[in-house]
């Protein structure tokens, strides 16, 4: 069974930066789909970054202060959060998509930002 272990959480002032990490138990390629969504408590899971090969794309709320990288050699999804917003408090959640059977999510890792 593929496990990704998410780490990195916590709690922060906006303005501050924090960086989620994701490992994979399984082997990934550049054709390994790799995204973070969140969902922040009364909402539904939200698309924040997701990437394959060389295209990615992010959620218009957090573009220009995320970034979503990957080190394909040490099977890891890392997301970059700049200039945090008390509305980026989340649970931050890493998806890995191998192909149409085979895909799998984290558990989790919170996210607080305080004003």
């Known amino acids: 069974q593929v496990q990704l272990v998410e780490s990195g959480g916590g709690s922060v002032q906006a303005g501050g930066s924090l960086r989620l990490s994701c490992a994979v138990s399984?082997?990934?390629?550049?054709?390994?789909?790799l995204g973070w969504y969140r969902q922040a408590p009364g909402k539904q899971r939200e698309m924040v970054a997701s990437?394959?090969?060389?295209?990615?794309k992010y959620a218009t709320s957090v573009r220009g202060r995320f970034s979503i990288s990957r080190n394909n050699a040490e099977d890891t999804v890392y997301l970059q959060m700049n200039d945090l917003k008390p509305e980026d408090t989340a649970v931050y959640y890493c998806?890995?998509?191998?192909?149409?059977?085979?895909?799998?999510w984290g558990q989790g890792t919170q996210v607080i930002v305080s004003s």
């Open positions: 998806y890995a998509k191998w192909s149409e059977r085979l895909d799998a």
């Open positions: 399984r082997d990934i390629y550049s054709s390994t789909t």
């Open positions: 990437g394959t090969g060389g295209y990615t």
